[in-house]
């Protein structure tokens, strides 16, 4: 599975961006989907994710009411709505596929096999 992430810019505290991944190469409809973000100086961290069939979600708290992902098996894609964005959201955003088709959605990077190339996300004070 090949995936490439775009949508990210720069944007002011409390404005919005929308985040899409599109994949090729892969049966996308049958694997879980997650985004995950990396701050300068930081490790890679769980944003969100969605399973295969769309019907399960995990966020991490931080983004919770803020940020919404959601699929479109039709399309190949995956996208991540952000709104009342923060500074602290600032990062590298990558989308990622799990290693396994039709697997229990996961919140772990360890269990994503397929990365996308990150797409920058910049927000201002």
């Known amino acids: 599975v090949q995936l490439q992430a775009s949508g990210g810019g720069l944007v002011q505290a409390g404005g919005f961006l929308r985040l899409s991944c599109a994949a090729s190469g892969g049966a996308f409809d049958s694997y879980g989907m997650g985004w995950f973000r990396q701050a300068p100086g930081k490790e890679r961290a769980f944003v969100a994710s969605?399973?295969?069939?769309?019907?399960?979600?995990y966020y991490a708290d931080s983004v919770k009411g803020r940020f919404t992902i959601s699929r479109d098996n039709a399309e190949n894609t995956v996208y991540l709505q952000m709104n009342n964005l923060k500074p602290e959201d600032t990062a590298v955003y990558y989308c990622a596929a799990q290693d396994s088709r039709f697997a229990r959605i996961s919140t772990s990077l360890r269990d994503f096999g397929f990365w996308g190339q990150g797409t920058q996300v910049t927000v201002s004070s």
């Open positions: 969605i399973a295969w069939n769309g019907i399960t979600t």
